[in-house]
């Protein structure tokens, strides 16, 4: 394809319609107490996806400003939240280290966190022998799982599309732990 292209006219108008588009939509995120329905209504469009995507840029620019991001309320409206994401105390089980780790989780670093967990777990019981073994050590090679991916989140945001290969370390570094406790 050419990306020299010369748009037509309608393009070019469509385009910069667009951004206008996306220019109200954070003005709504900005402002805060407007449903995601009205922003996706503002925004000439019914694909609730698309809003989802934008909250997310717009999250993402306060965040790295140091401001704290938009938030969905539980009525579905848009707020500004007070405060940044909590460090979040995800202590060590079972080790001799009771330290803990402080990180900032917020609902996508937990969804992110979750989904190469499960897939850690599905590896690690997979490489179990048998099923007792599998029975008694699954809750503890999940706690040695999900603190490591946590202390671990900072490099995860970096290459969050790569699950399966954190799933694999995050695996084996747990099976590991649970035979050095037993």
Known sequence: MNENKIRS???????????????????????GGHSVDEVAEAMGTTSLYEVDVLLEKYNDRRISQGKPPAVLGKDGKILQSNTMPTPVSVGSFGGDDPASVNVMLNDDDRTLIDRISLQALTIAIADCDDGIRAAQIWRKTLAFIDTWLTSMLPEIRKVPNIVQPWAQIAAAIALAKVDADE
């Open 9 to 31: 006219p309608l393009e070019e108008a469509m385009s910069h319609k667009h951004e206008e588009q996306k220019q109200i939509a954070f003005q709504m995120f900005k402002e």
